[in-house]
């Protein structure tokens, strides 16, 4: 806990370097509220070619994650406590087909940063497919 301030604080200028390195992409970005201070603890993506896109990170050996593939009013422990109604949660359905978190780690580089924004604006260019 000594080290967390300095590691949080590490995060949000990771995901300043993400924002201003993907903005111009077809991605939703975190957008936190000004009046809070966002740690960062992952830093997710969305996008209608989530799948594409991890594995076209894969192929250039960068980890990717699905940190929530299952929505929570599906998940057993929830299922008969959360209301879902009888056309069930058509927009968290969508939000979880479409969510990526990509690297995050108060250890990484800028440069290492650079690279992961370099290879996702190049899945982007490449329409998914490796050169």
Same mark, same amino acid.
Do not use: D, Q, T, W
């Given at each position: 806990l000594k080290h967390l /301030? %300095? %590691?949080?604080?590490?995060?949000? %200028?990771?995901a300043r370097q993400y924002g201003q390195l993907l903005a111009p992409l077809d991605l939703a970005l975190p957008q936190p509220s000004i009046d809070i201070v966002h740690v960062f603890h992952q830093y997710v993506v969305k996008t209608s070619r989530r799948d594409g896109l991890q594995e076209f990170l894969a192929g250039r050996g960068i980890a990717t994650q699905v940190h929530y593939p299952m929505p929570v009013h599906r998940q057993p422990a929830y299922r008969q406590r959360l209301f879902s109604g009888r056309r069930g949660l058509p927009n968290t359905e969508s939000v979880a087909r479409q969510i990526l978190s990509?690297?995050? =780690? /108060?250890?990484?580089?800028r440069k290492d940063v650079a690279m992961i924004c =370099?290879?996702?604006?190049?899945?982007?260019?490449?329409d998914f497919e490796p050169s």
């Open positions: /301030p %300095e %590691e949080n604080a590490r995060r949000g %200028e990771i990509l690297p995050m =780690s /108060p250890y990484l580089k =370099s290879a996702v604006r190049e899945a982007f260019a490449n």
